[in-house]
């Protein structure tokens, strides 16, 4: 099938953290590449990405997919829940009845959607294996709404890279290029459009185990300083990303980098 307006929404992993474009600015990420693939097969594609980091599935609602309904995507995608994973006050039916009404409306919107699980934190993340249980309700509510609006579904949680830190950023919770690269290429194939790349091969070589030091310093210059973060805006009733925008909002033509 060939698809003319893609319209992407959810978080950080959607805006394309922790994926920069060579030479720095603006993030690429694994919307940006599946938008090449897109384009490599249609050049009339057209693509929108307004997702933000740090917003919940409620934000997602309330704040992006007004604009994504006004697009009239005919594919679109949504990567989300995150960031309701790790809020504090974490209510599994909430979160669910979240998910169904985001990919209900999308699902509107659009005649072909993608959606995602969130893959397994437990072992590259402190206190990961206490948020497992609410990613493991979090990827059941989205595979029920996937089922139930036809959505189709890109599985991450069994997929073995998400214990390789090569495919992560320096904060081991987003995406590096190599694991934008796989995403898209999940997404290239479940669409059933070719790639030629070998971006599913698995990293030349065994990935490294990060040692005590390692893992002090990534402690210190990652999570306390994102700890302190969470926790200031909390007390001051600020949400992550507030401030700041879509990276492109509109429908664009799409030019290959």
């Known amino acids: 099938m060939s698809y003319e307006r893609f ?24 919307a940006d590449l599946v938008a090449d693939g897109l384009a490599e097969h249609n050049r009339a594609v057209r693509y929108a990405n307004l997702a933000v980091r740090g917003r919940r599935l409620d934000q997602i609602s309330t704040e992006q997919l007004p604009d994504a309904e006004r ?67 979090l990827n059941e509510a989205i595979r029920a709404a996937a089922g139930t609006y036809g959505a189709i579904l890109v599985d991450l949680w069994p997929d073995q890279a998400a214990r390789d830190l090569r495919y992560f950023g320096r904060d081991r919770l987003h995406l590096g290029e190599h694991g934008h690269r796989r995403v898209a290429a999940h997404v290239l194939d479940r669409l059933g459009l070719p790639y030629a790349r070998p971006w599913l091969d698995p990293l030349a070589g065994a990935p490294a185990r990060p040692g005590p030091r390692a893992q002090a310093d990534w402690l210190l210059r990652e999570v306390l300083p994102a700890a302190r973060t969470r926790l200031r805006n909390r007390i001051i009733g600020r949400s992550p990303g507030d401030g700041f925008l879509p990276k492109r909002p509109e429908l664009l033509p799409v030019t290959t980098r």
């Open 71 to 137: 697009l009239r995507p005919d594919l679109a995608a949504l990567f989300g829940g995150g960031n309701d994973v790790l809020t504090p006050g974490w209510n599994a039916t909430t979160v669910a009845a979240r998910v169904d009404t985001a990919v209900r409306r999308l699902a509107d919107s659009a005649p072909t959607v993608v959606t995602f699980t969130l893959s397994d934190i437990s072992d590259r993340m402190p206190f990961g294996r206490r948020l497992r249980p609410r990613i493991e309700a």
């Open 7 to 30: 319209v992407v929404v959810g978080d950080s992993c959607a805006e394309g953290l922790d994926d920069p474009y060579p030479g720095g600015g603006q993030y690429r990420g694994w």
